[in-house]
């Protein structure tokens, strides 16, 4: 029994706990999507990362205002 070319160029692809074999084709289009995918969750969390900042930096200067230099909200140096 021959192996198809098709079948002999397969390529296991984990999704989850399983793998599942692909052509060479597909696996690169599925890395593609997973890598696009990632891209797009590591942006909206860089934003979500800035808007908190920013909620933060306003919270310090209120706060500053408030109690001066009676409060230190700035990071300590381990």
Known sequence: MLL???DSHL???QIGDVFISH????TQEML???KR???E???ALESRVE???RVLSDLKVQLY???GNNINLEAEDS
């Open 32 to 34: 593609e999507e997973a």
């Open 51 to 53: 808007s908190i900042q």
């Open 41 to 43: 969750e590591i942006e």
């Open 11 to 13: 390529i296991p692809y």
């Open 23 to 26: 052509s060479l084709e597909e």
């Open 65 to 67: 205002a408030k109690f």
């Open 37 to 39: 995918s990632l891209q």
């Open 4 to 6: 198809d070319d098709a």
